[in-house]
Nanobody, 121 residues
């Protein structure tokens, strides 16, 4: 059974940092992409970052470039999202998802349940 479990969310002051983790299970390490998305109340879901496990290449939304870093721990089948210099507008539920075509821009096959990030001003 494919599972994605996010963790690491919480409440932080503006300028602070959080590290989100996405633990994947039910499929072997290989040719897939993991994406991070977020959805704030009343807003559409948006892509935040993505990593392709084949070559480690990454994508970032313009709004998080220079502040967020995505990385993978292949031995643990876990992807992390290090979030620095957090802003109130980063407040959202953050989700990770897997694309088994290794395509960050394509549709995603499975999603986690989400973890809440709240940034106070």
């Amino acid at each position: 059974e494919v599972q994605l479990v996010e963790s690491g969310g919480g409440l932080v002051q503006a300028g602070g940092s959080l590290r989100l983790s996405c633990a994947a299970s039910g499929f072997p390490f290989g040719d897939y992409a993991i994406g991070w998305f977020r959805q704030a109340p009343g807003k559409e879901r948006e892509g935040v970052s993505c990593i392709r496990m084949r070559d480690g290449s990454t994508n970032y939304a313009d709004s998080v470039k220079g502040r967020f870093t995505i990385s993978s721990d292949n031995a643990l089948n876990t992807v992390h999202l290090q979030m620095n210099s957090l802003r109130p507008e980063d407040t959202a539920v953050y989700y990770c998802a897997v694309n088994f075509m290794n395509d960050c821009q394509g549709g995603y096959d499975y999603w986690g349940q989400g973890t809440q990030v709240a940034v106070s001003s």
